[in-house]
């Protein structure tokens, strides 16, 4: 069974990724990581600048239905990921197939904001809205598909890494 955790940017799909895998014994894949790869590209603002954000969608889209294929991973997915139609129809595909398990992390708007201020990473910006609006627009459009294909729904806000792991662990243990 493989393991998919969406979520906004910021919300710890990465950090919450590598514990979990470390903790379930499985092998951990970023999917931006996988992709840059794929791309040839050093960082992901590098990637939306010189390929363009359409090539990026595609790429991410081939790499996680290529992932799919494999069995006992942690797969954190890019935050726009579930919203590619072929990305969204692998990931049905293998939640029918019973090889895989959607993980929402929730957060908040404001604490996605701190986060972001604070560690603002290698993401280009999604919008030209500033960050707290931007923040706002993209979790509104992208919140019912995140609710749609997940099977667990975590709220991280103001929970350490290793809380966030052990909340999983037992929501799926119980299921």
Same mark, same amino acid.
């Given at each position: 069974?493989?393991?998919?955790?969406?979520?906004?940017?910021?919300?710890?799909?990465?950090?919450?990724?590598?514990?979990?895998?470390?903790?379930? @014994?499985?092998?951990? +894949? /970023?999917?931006?990581? *996988?992709? !840059? &790869?794929?791309? #040839?590209?050093?960082?992901?603002?590098?990637?939306?600048?010189?390929?363009?954000?359409?090539?990026?969608?595609?790429?991410?889209?081939?790499?996680?239905?290529?992932?799919?294929?494999?069995?006992?991973?942690?797969?954190?997915?890019?935050?726009?990921?579930?919203?590619?139609?072929?990305?969204?129809?692998?990931?049905?595909?293998?939640?029918?197939?019973?090889?895989?398990?959607?993980?929402? @992390?929730?957060?908040? +708007? /404001?604490?996605?904001? *701190?986060? !972001? &201020?604070?560690? #603002?990473?290698?993401?280009?910006?999604?919008?030209?809205?500033?960050?707290?609006?931007?923040?706002?627009?993209?979790?509104?459009?992208?919140?019912?598909?995140?609710?749609?294909?997940?099977?667990?729904?975590?709220?991280?806000?103001?929970?350490?890494?290793?809380?966030?792991?052990?909340?999983?662990?037992?929501?799926?243990?119980?299921?």
């Amino acid at each position: 069974m493989n393991t998919l955790l969406i979520g906004a940017r910021a919300s710890g799909k990465t950090t919450v990724g590598r514990l979990l895998a470390a903790k379930l @014994l499985r092998v951990f +894949i /970023d999917l931006d990581d *996988r992709v !840059l &790869r794929d791309l #040839g590209e050093p960082s992901v603002q590098s990637a939306w600048k010189n390929q363009g954000e359409p090539r990026w969608r595609g790429a991410e889209a081939a790499a996680i239905v290529e992932l799919l294929k494999g069995e006992d991973q942690v797969i954190a997915l890019g935050g726009g990921t579930p919203m590619i139609p072929a990305a969204k129809c692998a990931i049905e595909s293998a939640q029918s197939q019973g090889t895989a398990r959607v993980i929402y @992390l929730m957060c908040s +708007i /404001d604490e996605l904001a *701190r986060r !972001l &201020r604070e560690h #603002g990473g290698d993401r280009p910006n999604l919008t030209e809205q500033g960050l707290i609006n931007e923040i706002a627009s993209v979790v509104a459009a992208r919140e019912p598909t995140y609710r749609q294909l997940a099977q667990v729904r975590i709220n991280v806000a103001l929970k350490s890494p290793s809380e966030i792991v052990a909340e999983i662990v037992a929501k799926v243990e119980s299921r």
